[in-house]
């Protein structure tokens, strides 16, 4: 039978109003609550002025530094903040690649960027930014990071600057889906494929279930071959009581009844 993956996206590292209070008692508890409050009050003041001011904090002491996100810090774009990254970490879920969803394990995402191991740790500096329209999945320094539709905040590297890194893509990405990263139809979402892919499963033929293979139901629609991979643009769209299945470029997709989210392929192939 089918599975469906819809809500690990929930699981894998999401956090709602209360995980974001449980993490700010963490800090406060820990010393860091009123480098929180100074940052939020200074960075208000700025903007009131005509030039942006730099608001530069610590956030330090969390029991597990690898879980600290930048969500707290949402809307201060352009402010700094700091973290210590325990040696002996333990990677946490991350969403982009140089700029991530301010949801994802900040201290991962640096060891994706170069800046920090999971073995020595240290400490790194990011920058909080506004949200994206989509954020690219990719591997580099044995990470590998998920991609995501619109999301509302972002953050980045000093360090290591959007575009500075390069970032791989692997044969897991012709087993990715979109299901449960961004249900909002309309909403866009990059996916890469690594040339030499392998099919996966897909279920419809434009729309597709949401569960389906990306990279696979792309081949279907004639915009990448299993050999050569590439960068597809899928569109979220709203569940359809019935999927029809079809043949078309070396690929079968299955019928399929109802299901609560799908995806198509625009014809603009962009994000914006």
């Not at 809307?75 to 700094?80: F, H, R, V, W, Y």
């Not at 949401?210 to 792309?218: G, I, K, L, R």
Request: proline letters at 5%.
């Amino acid at each position: 039978m089918k599975r469906s993956s819809i809500g690990l996206r929930r699981a894998g590292g999401r956090v709602g109003a209360a995980g974001v209070a449980a993490l700010c008692l963490t800090l406060v508890a820990c010393g860091g609550g009123s480098k929180d409050t100074t940052a939020t009050t200074t960075a208000a003041k700025s903007s009131t002025t005509t030039a942006p001011t730099s608001v530069s904090t610590t956030v330090a002491g969390a029991p597990d530094a690898w879980q600290v996100h930048a969500e707290p810090f949402r809307g201060q774009n352009g402010t700094t903040h700091d973290v210590t990254c325990t040696p002996g970490g333990t990677a946490r879920s991350v969403w982009g690649t140089g700029t991530y969803t301010d949801d994802s394990s900040v201290c991962t995402a640096a060891v994706q960027s170069g800046l920090v191991t999971f073995a020595q740790g240290g400490t790194v500096t990011f920058e909080i930014a506004a949200g994206r329209g989509s954020y690219d999945g990719g591997t580099a320094n044995g990470v590998t990071s998920q991609p995501y539709g619109s999301f509302a905040g972002s953050f980045t590297f000093p360090k290591a600057p959007p575009g500075s890194v390069e970032f791989a893509v692997g044969p897991d990405s012709w087993s990715r889906s979109v299901a449960g990263q961004n249900d909002q139809p309309g909403s866009k979402v990059a996916v890469a494929c690594a040339p030499g892919g392998t099919a996966g499963s897909v279920w419809g033929s434009g729309p597709y279930t949401a569960d389906s293979s990306v990279c696979t139901a792309a081949v279907q629609a004639g915009l990448i071959t299993l050999a050569d991979g590439g960068k597809v643009i899928v569109e979220m769209a709203a569940g359809q009581d019935s999927y029809k299945g079809s043949t078309a470029n070396g690929i079968t997709s299955k019928d399929y009844g109802s299901f609560n989210a799908s995806f198509t392929f625009p014809t603009d192939q962009t994000t914006s």
